[in-house]
């Protein structure tokens, strides 16, 4: 019952995190946001696999947690102005 309301707070922190990533005032802020929401959908990923017991689902997280990663390096190197072969 305790994941329950674990996931329940993590998914309102992502609600959060969306909200900052609709309103933020700078691109930058959008793209942490966003990070944050990734950052929470891991965790509900791992929250679920744990309640369900299925690996599968943790190792959906990983390798979203991978892409999520490369996918704001990009985007941040993008911002900077260097380009992704930099």
Request: hydrophobic share 60%; with cysteine; charged share 15%.
């Amino acid at each position: 019952m305790i994941l329950l309301w674990v996931l329940i707070i993590v998914l309102a922190g992502a609600a959060i995190c969306s909200i900052r990533a609709i309103r933020g005032p700078t691109a930058p802020d959008r793209i942490v946001a966003i990070d944050g929401i990734t950052a929470m959908m891991v965790a509900s990923l791992v929250i679920l696999g744990v309640y369900y017991r299925v690996s599968m689902l943790l190792d959906v997280a990983l390798v979203y947690a991978l892409l999520a990663f490369l996918g704001t390096l990009a985007i941040s190197k993008n911002l900077e102005g260097r380009g992704v072969e930099s």
